[in-house]
């Protein structure tokens, strides 16, 4: 089968791999893939674990061409879960399966999803509802990111998102599903601030009318929780100081370098600061039913499709600052 490895970094061939090998697992022909942020980070030789050669891809759906476990049939259209937890280890345990010592995902343990067919267990596999495409399927990954980082969001919250890419924006969408009164996000970007503004989220500012216009989001008192999207190294500072005391800044991006940042507004308001990574099977659940049923219509967030042979193309172009919120790739064109 074809698929997109990445040889080196910079460095990706279309080309010819050996097919899955699938034993008593699902076989999927994949219909839609997204491209991650991490994908570029992993193309530009950056991320701390998917390291070259490797198969990129892990945002995917698609459609059953032969299953070994009796809950999937040939034909049936699912989106992937794409983290294999061995529910053996104390993290899993506990409930945090995402977390697991031994955990496997697609560019480490396991093979990525840009390519022609991908094997998976059943139990990571997600029906898709008959009203929705694969390609809407495909969001249900990043929907679950999202829905994972904004789980401090109460009815009634003012919401801050720093950083506008679709991960930010995604977490907009579902902090309003969530309850909030309020959602600001910034980003640096006019083509993102122009789309969030479409989304009809309240406030979409450069990052330079923070302070101003969060005070008047806000009502004055500071956001009850900001969602950092964005790994500059200046988002943490702002972070701190658009929280309000003891409300929360929770951290999404894998930053390229040590932050240095004054840590007095954490001790002076009680900031409470939270890592989000990835999500759990029920954060996936439930951004499965937002996507399924369109309580979440996430088609206006894929800016365009491109085949297999595109990609390295398209990771140049997102690279040199391309304008789109998510580039997904269809691996049967």
């Known amino acids: 089968m074809r698929a997109a490895v990445l040889e080196a970094p910079r460095q990706v061939s279309v080309s010819e791999v050996p097919d899955p090998d699938v034993g008593g697992d699902v076989l999927l022909r994949m219909r839609a893939v997204g491209l991650c942020g991490s994908d570029l980070h992993t193309w530009l030789g950056h991320h701390p674990f998917r390291k070259p050669p490797v198969v990129l891809g892990h945002e995917g759906a ?32 506990a409930g945090n399966p995402h977390l697991c010592v031994h955990k ?17 267990p059943a139990r990571v596999l997600v029906p898709l509802s008959d009203e929705i495409g694969y390609d809407e399927g495909a969001m249900i990954e990043p929907v679950a990111v999202a829905w994972h980082s904004t789980s401090g969001v109460r009815a009634g919250d003012a919401v801050a998102v720093l950083g506008g890419g679709a991960i930010g924006a995604l977490a907009a969408a579902v902090s309003r599903q969530r309850g909030a ?46 969602v950092v999207a964005s790994g500059h190294p200046s988002c943490l500072a702002e972070a701190l100081a658009l929280c309000r005391p003891r409300g929360q800044v929770v951290l999404l991006p894998m ?79």
């Open 104 to 120: 496997r995902v697609p560019g480490s343990g396991w093979p990525g999803m840009l390519s022609e067919y991908f094997a998976a």
């Open 62 to 93: 698609g459609e059953v061409v032969a299953s070994g476990d009796s809950r999937f049939g040939i034909g049936d259209r699912v989106a992937v879960l794409p983290a294999l937890s061995c529910w053996e280890c104390t993290r899993c345990e």
């Open 255 to 333: 930053f390229g370098a040590a932050l240095t940042v004054d840590l007095n507004p954490v001790v002076l308001k009680e900031v409470t600061i939270q890592g989000s990574t990835i999500y759990t099977p029920a954060d996936f659940a439930a951004a499965a039913r937002l996507v399924n049923h369109r309580v979440l219509d996430v088609r206006p967030y894929i800016t365009s499709v491109a085949g297999l042979g595109e990609v390295p193309g398209v990771l140049e172009a997102i690279d040199a600052g391309s304008d789109h919120v998510k580039t997904q790739i269809d691996p049967t064109r």
């Open 181 to 226: 009164r309020a959602v600001l996000v910034s980003d640096i970007k006019q083509h993102n601030r122009d789309f969030l503004a479409s989304q009809g989220v309240d406030a979409v500012v450069d990052p330079s009318d923070l302070e101003v216009v969060g005070a008047e989001v806000s009502g004055g008192d500071g956001f009850d929780v900001v």
